[in-house]
């Protein structure tokens, strides 16, 4: 069984966001052709708290995309963005929705981040969507979304990890890239992971 993976497709991510992703509007079509091609589609959704630690606003001092350390874990000083029950946080208004049959949020603990759809950045607490995933007969994983770099990358890892079979959809996704190459290298750890890399035409081919 074939699950598609939509990765944190959310208005704060998209152009104009409050941390918006470069061209990240892009993905919205190859998710939705990529829908119908599947038999089985979950989202994970960024879901912060209004005082998340990820934020640089809930460190006094702090500038945004500056590094500390939260309780313990390397932590990016993100701007305020996908808080719960805000506009920036829903899924994109272009995004169908009619196939996804359920929805992860993640990144609900203030003192915790939580790229991976899978479990927090400290691999303390799992979400669910592993699980639920595996009692579905679920073996492979094809994962999209928004950011290659980081929340994409994150749930692929500990995907492949989980044991399922996993494919990395590369132009179902993109970077924020605060460095020039950091979506580049994603892909080559995805890679060095296992993680097989393979575009939206190879799937919709097969159907
Ligand atoms: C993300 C940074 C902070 C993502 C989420 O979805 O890639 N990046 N929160
Ligand atoms: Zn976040």
New binding site residues.
Partial sequence: MKALVL??I?ND?LPGGA?A?PDGDKVIPVANRLQVAFPLVVA?Q?W?PANHG?FAASHPGKKEFDHIELNGLPQ?L?PV??VQNTKGAELAAGLSRERIIKVFPK?TDPGI?S?SGLFDNGHRKSTGQGEWLKAKDVTDVFVS????????KFTALDAAQMGFKTHFIEDASRG?NLRPDDAAKALEEMRRAGIAVVQSADLLRAE
């Fill in positions: 990765v944190d959310q991510f941390l992703v994970t960024d912060h990820s990016t993100w963005h996908c990144g981040d790229y979304g928004l950011a290659t770099d980081y929340c994409v924020v």
